[in-house]
């Protein structure tokens, strides 16, 4: 007789012991999706609603935006977050679409690289941004510059 066994039943055993990544990633989705309804609406409302919204952004609007640590932490954590919660997201349809060998491995170290480098990138941009960098040639800085 052939038993089937209950919906429910795992299909290895769970670890006994370490950090169980699996529970973790989907606590994870969910708590960065709710952190990310207020970062992204927020980013948004701030760019395009306030003042003279979407016509204000320019150069100029960015560069006034990272002045303020305010702004550089907000869209850092964005883009943190949102970065790893995507990534996370994918490993999930690799594994999914994937079967278990050098194909999956080669997907997810693909992954991981090119979410390392924007996330090393992006905080760089957003944390040393100079909109006026000393010793530039005076017509390629922005009006608002003193030294254009
Ligand atoms: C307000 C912003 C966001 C919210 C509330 C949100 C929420 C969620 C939640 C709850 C899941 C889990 C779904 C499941 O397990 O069935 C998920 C999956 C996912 N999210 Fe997001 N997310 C947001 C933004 C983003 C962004 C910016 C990206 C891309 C960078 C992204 C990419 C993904 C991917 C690839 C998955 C996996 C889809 C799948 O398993 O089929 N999400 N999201």
Avoid at 64 to 90: C, E, R, T, Y
Avoid at 100 to 117: D, E, F, W, Y
Avoid at 118 to 147: I, K, M, N, R
Wanted: charged share 15%; glycine share 8%.
């Amino acid at each position: 007789m052939t038993v089937i066994e209950s919906p429910r039943t795992p299909a290895r055993p769970a670890p006994r012991r370490g950090v169980n990544v699996e529970k973790w990633g989907w606590i994870y989705m969910r708590a960065s999706g709710v952190i990310l309804l207020v970062l992204v609406f927020g980013h948004l409302f701030a760019n395009l609603m306030v003042g003279e919204g979407v016509k204000a952004i320019d150069f100029g609007f960015v560069a006034g935006k990272w002045a303020s640590p305010f702004w550089q932490w907000w869209d850092v954590l964005m883009l943190w977050l949102a970065l790893i919660h995507g990534a996370n997201g994918m490993r999930t349809l690799i594994n999914d679409y994937t079967n278990p060998g050098t194909v999956q491995k080669v997907l997810k170290l693909a992954l991981v690289a090119s979410v390392a480098v924007l996330l090393v990138l992006g905080t760089l941009v957003v944390f040393t941004f100079d909109p006026c960098p000393a010793g530039s040639p005076a017509d390629l800085l922005p009006s608002f510059c003193p030294a254009a």
